[in-house]
């Protein structure tokens, strides 16, 4: 029961319905409390941080990570944990500090692709691909955009296919190539389109990750 809502929740929150998920996640922490489960209750806390974030409290996402990462001691479910670690590492990006966050990115793409956790590792090399974009490495932020689109094409992840589309344009722009920046940021507009179509909902092009995508300015061809 607690998976369930806790999927519903995350679910939910995903598509900006946000009170409605708020209830169904701090149920499943609750019950994830009650069978004193730490894995579940890493879960459940990853899962509120992450509805925190997607509405742009990030300090208070940034909370919940860390207890997060804190009911992971004592465990040996390295998905949560890594899961933990990448959301604490996202939240510094998101903060203005990637500094801090980049060796931890680092190490947790190589246990992420060591363990077969592909998604983790896409979503790390997309974060740090911002993290490198944000301080000025353009080079290297392109190296990891490429793999991460190459990585989020080929599972199907439209949410981080849109991002490294994103990214990749503002990396572009850099260097001068306004052509090239303008075709990505509108692929990532066309990906988003989709997940807003299916969605049903617009709430979803105000979430955090993706309201910068939907308010890009595409200059025409």
């Given amino acids: 029961m607690a998976e369930i809502l806790g999927g519903y929740g995350h679910s939910l929150s995903q598509i900006g319905r946000y009170d409605e998920a708020q209830k169904s996640l701090d149920e499943a922490l609750s019950l994830a409390r009650q069978l ?20 742009g409290h990030l300090q208070a996402a940034a909370n919940l990570f860390s207890q997060a990462l804190a009911a992971t001691s004592g465990t040996t479910e390295h998905e949560v944990i890594l899961l933990s670690k990448l959301n604490l590492a996202k939240n510094a990006v998101k903060q203005g500090r990637p500094q801090a966050a980049m060796a931890s990115l680092k190490s947790l793409i190589r ?6 956790l592909k998604y983790l590792s896409t979503d790390a090399s997309l974060v740090l691909a911002e ?29 981080l296919q849109a991002r490294s589309h994103y990214l990749l344009g503002r990396v ?4 001068g190539s306004g052509a090239e920046a303008s075709s990505h940021y509108a692929q990532a507009q066309r990906i988003l389109e989709t997940i807003h179509h299916e969605s049903g909902t617009d709430a979803i092009l105000k979430r955090e990750d993706l309201s910068p995508i939907s308010t890009q300015p595409v200059a025409k061809p």
């Fill in 131 to 159: 993290a490198f974009l944000n301080t000025h490495q353009s080079a290297a932020a392109r190296q990891e955009l490429d793999v991460a689109l190459h990585s989020s094409e080929r599972l199907g992840l439209q949410a």
């Fill in 111 to 116: 246990e992420a692709d060591t363990l077969g």
């Fill in 36 to 55: 004193q489960n730490n894995t579940k209750i890493a879960e459940m806390l990853n899962l509120q941080g992450e509805a925190s974030s997607y509405r």
């Fill in 172 to 175: 572009v722009a850099l260097t």
